[in-house]
């Protein structure tokens, strides 16, 4: 479900960035696989969480998820804020190995490039945190709650590139995504925190 709604979204985003503007196409598809190779430790991280959980789950152990789950956070958080820093200090150096050196639009690219990843790595925090929720809650068999986030996450990404994007232009197209990464992880967060996920441990261990 998550990598249906990923892949509605960017096809929509690209779709957007087309209709409106040219070069904010190759800026965008630039961007977005520097922007998966910078989260690439923490998207996995979230992942193998999810199966640790899901066996604590399984051995009645919620203790040891809910204090696992508070160092796993902090390590996804502080990975952010390394990626993010490394995205300010040399965002146009890494954008530049994906561009060809004769391309006649390579410096437009760039700094549009630029603009978007800087604009997305200053909330890579919460894209770590709803893919650690998310996981977290999916790997136990919470589903409804990854559900709604990530319908939230969508509809909030197509609006407000919409929105944003007739108001501020591509640049507010840049900010509609890591807007959806907030608001998404907003079910997710009440979810866990909520504790309601306990109970399935009893009726594991009780089946």
């Known amino acids: 479900m998550a990598k249906s709604i990923n892949l509605c979204w960017r096809n929509g985003r690209k779709w957007c960035c087309q209709y409106l503007w040219h070069n904010?196409?190759?800026?965008?598809?630039?961007?977005?696989?520097?922007?998966?190779?910078?989260?690439?430790?923490?998207?996995n991280m979230a992942q193998a969480f999810a199966t640790f959980a899901a066996q604590n789950l399984g051995a009645?152990?919620?203790?040891?998820?809910?204090?696992?789950?508070?160092?796993v956070a902090f390590i996804s958080i502080i990975l952010s804020v390394i990626s993010s820093i490394v995205i300010f200090f040399f965002g146009d150096s890494i954008v530049s190995w994906f561009i060809a050196d004769d391309?006649?639009?390579?410096?437009?690219?760039?700094?549009?490039?630029?603009?978007?990843?800087t604009i997305s790595a200053y909330f890579f925090p919460f894209l770590g945190l709803i893919w650690l929720y998310n996981?977290?809650?999916?790997?136990?068999?919470?589903?409804?709650?990854?559900?709604?986030?990530?319908?939230?996450?969508?509809?909030?990404?197509?609006?407000?590139?919409?929105?944003?994007?007739?108001?501020?232009?591509?640049?507010?197209?840049?900010?509609?995504?890591?807007?959806?990464?907030?608001?998404?992880?907003?079910?997710?967060?009440?979810?866990?925190?909520?504790?309601?996920?306990?109970?399935?441990?009893?009726?594991?261990?009780?089946?």
């Open 24 to 43: 904010a196409v190759a800026a965008y598809s630039t961007g977005l696989r520097v922007q998966q190779f910078a989260t690439l430790a923490y998207f």
């Open 60 to 71: 009645k152990k919620t203790d040891r998820i809910e204090d696992a789950f508070k160092k």
């Open 103 to 117: 391309d006649a639009h390579r410096e437009i690219i760039v700094e549009m490039s630029r603009q978007f990843l």
């Open 135 to 207: 996981n977290t809650l999916r790997g136990m068999g919470e589903v409804p709650a990854p559900l709604i986030s990530g319908i939230v996450e969508l509809i909030s990404k197509i609006g407000l590139s919409l929105l944003l994007g007739m108001m501020f232009g591509y640049i507010g197209v840049w900010y509609a995504g890591p807007i959806g990464w907030a608001l998404g992880l907003v079910p997710s967060f009440i979810e866990y925190h909520r504790k309601r996920w306990h109970r399935l441990a009893d009726r594991i261990v009780g089946s």
